[in-house]
């Protein structure tokens, strides 16, 4: 799981080329993959359930420049859900006019009576129910002026990060939940047992990728302006990164952290998942 | 604008192919493009603001096999909205656990107040918006159920049916409205001014495009249970192509024609729309 929250469009190739090269190769996560970003208000999704070093769309992906402030892309091991494009992440949903994605990382229990509202999965994984579970969450907090076309209430990413918080600490208790959701705007990203992220400023230093050794210099690229913040499951270069507390909701614009909410997460709702806090290194990524 | 209605999963790179070459080569529609299909209950779309002949996207496409029972591609020639992602056909959204998709050749006035519910535009054209229309108003019917995970309601095809054309009916009423649109199980597909179809049964002819010198013998491919409907705003090979009436709402499933409602377009509706009926090779496809 990873994303990318930056002051500029920038050129993903150089993190998502070591990403991708742990599906299926150095890594056991080889139940699909996909990569989401935003280009204004557009946002362009690519998922394959083949592992990515046979998937001809991450072939494709690796030569196409993409340029992009806000990212989201993910490995998939299946813990819940066959091989199916359906259940790949990011997962999508439009909601007042943005374009919204998910990503997750862990194992939840069903969730029961799903959340009122228009969100509904269409794959059979945990992620996207908890997906629409936050979706219909948010949709009842700023529906109240679904009739007007002005979307000043969602744009609130301080109301947004609330309502997200919320929603966060309940399905928290359902099991195992790290994940990164994306309006476009923002990136907010969620630790319940692993979470690491680091910012890059100006000059970039190059940096070489813990699955790979391919290396990019960012400072050929950058200008002053440039500053993004790469979030991920666990640390993809060795750059001094901040690892997480299990419990932080995490809110990142433009490359910047601007919100930390923290609440420890009990001890006995994670001791009764299959994946307990000791294992971390069973965690799907 | 083109959809294909399959009884079996179909490569559809034969169609798309010359379907694509209209972009910017042999054409006029320059202003991006868009393909989706349906793999089972997920959906991928491919969408590029650039023209066919120049897009990287496209040119993927060109090699990538694709298998599908229903596919909705579209050429655009931008007459509202500029020529960015968000704004290149085919728009999708979920509705309880559907995907759904939609393409439009047209151009409508403002619709003014958007209709209630959960759907709005993330780009700047009529035809997003003419789509959350629909989507709100199949939501507004089939939202009863939203607590329940069954989704027997939008299961029901002729249901689906009846709201969609009450909706276009008065959509109609805002200008030149052809268009297509899928759940992944039925194409609907609607003539304003021009839309055409070609059933194809087991043993396939081998066919020509009008707008390439491609051909693809689809006997050599097919078994008798295969079938499919082509639906295009103009007729794509050499058959004898149905040419739909004005007014003419279909719905397709399998490849075979299941329904087809007809109420006349009131001709003062069309002749205060820039594109006159008379005039339909101004229409944008």
Redo the contacts between chains.
Sequence with gaps: MLALSCAEPTDVSFSLTGFAARGGLTDHHVDGWGVAFY???????F?DEKPAYQS??AA?LK??PIKSRNVVAHIRKATQGGA???NCHPFM???????WLFAHNGDLRPLG??E????????TTDSEAAFCFIMNRL?AHF?AN????T?TNVDDIDAVFNVIEQATRTLNTFGIFNFVLSNGQAQFAYCSTRLSYVIRHWPFSSARLVDGDLSVDFAERGTPADRAAVIATTPLTDEVWTACQPGDLLMFRSGALLRRAHVAVPADVLATSKYAVSEQSAVPA
Excluded: H, I, K, M
């Excluded at 949903?93 to 374009?99: D, F, K, T």
């Excluded at 679904?146 to 076309?149: E, F, G, I, P, Y």
């Design positions: 280009e204004d208000r557009a946002c362009r999704v998922v001809p769309v494709f030569s196409y199916r494009v359906e949903r439009e909601l007042r006019g943005q374009q009576e799903p009122p509202g228009p969100y509904a999965p269409v794959g949709y529906a679904t009739n007007t076309s979307d």
